[in-house]
């Protein structure tokens, strides 16, 4: 999805930004070098709304020096549970809007955006941030956005029908106070959903519920995690408990880390990362 054009700046420089209520990610990539510059993360003591997470946007940009001494190009992406994934032949994109009224509280101000899926009959409505886009419009011009679960899904489609996948898969992508899980069977995509997530009780009914209704076995399914969880997580613990066949996601972007601090682990910042390639 893109804004509005203006003049294209040329740049050997890619920055992809993650937006959230409860947090916002960073990094920078130079494409020639597969050099990691810039990374840097940010989550919020509490959930905020999309005129809090500006503030921190702004102030982010005052307080980081990188953000002014480079023109990148730039790819934002919106996590949030505010989409619905819709089969192609029924969208219409004048009536965009009513694809999510039954399950989102929408604005007369909300703006209604759409990602098609690739190699996929499904398109991702979803509502991005108005306040947010403007500002990065008006940083950058021209520039690109897109959901989350599109990426994931995206990715997790041509993973697994590359290899002609059997069975079922659920994907489950941990962030702070949610997660977003996908269900892939035989390599086509079954279901699509977020949800919010404070305990860890919250954490494994979602997805033993999600496996009932699916008449998915926890003796057999794989449960694939990435995000922001760890094997020594009280998440993964109690997941390990039901469920028989748990991994991480492997995967390896092949950057070089060139930038101060921490490198993004990469199942830990996929989407960030995956954008960037």
């Known amino acids: 999805m893109e804004t509005p054009n203006k003049e294209t700046n040329i740049t050997n420089l890619k920055l992809s930004i993650q937006v959230s209520l409860n947090g916002l990610s960073f990094c920078a990539l130079r494409p020639e070098e597969q050099k990691i510059v810039f990374f840097k993360e940010i989550t919020f003591s509490k959930k905020l709304n999309p005129a809090g997470v500006l503030e921190q946007i702004e102030k982010a940009y005052e307080d980081e020096p990188f953000f002014t001494d480079e023109t990148p190009e730039v790819t934002l992406l919106y996590s949030n549970e505010l989409y619905s994934l819709v089969p192609r032949k029924f969208f219409n994109e004048e009536n965009a809007s009513d694809y999510l009224k039954f399950n989102t509280k929408i604005l007369e101000t909300d703006f209604v955006a759409h990602d098609e899926l690739e190699n996929n009959d499904l398109v991702n409505v979803f509502i991005p941030y108005t306040n ?72 494994i009914y979602y997805i033993l519920f999600t496996a009932e209704q699916l008449e998915m076995d926890p003796n057999e399914f794989q449960l694939i995690l990435l995000g922001k969880i760890t094997a020594n997580s009280d998440y993964y613990q109690i997941a390990f408990t039901y469920i028989k066949n748990i991994i991480f996601l492997d995967n390896s972007f092949g950057y070089i880390f060139a930038a101060k601090g921490e490198p993004p682990t990469s199942y830990m910042h996929y989407t960030l990362l995956k954008t960037l390639q």
């Open 132 to 203: 947010i886009n403007n500002f990065f419009f008006e940083k950058y011009g021209e520039f690109e956005y897109t959901h989350c679960i599109t990426v994931l899904v995206n990715s997790f489609l041509k993973n697994d029908g590359d290899k002609e996948e059997i069975g079922d898969k659920m994907y489950i992508n941990c962030y702070t106070r949610g997660f977003d899980l996908v269900v892939i069977r035989n390599g086509k995509l079954l279901l699509a959903n977020s949800f919010t997530c404070n305990t860890k009780e919250d954490f």
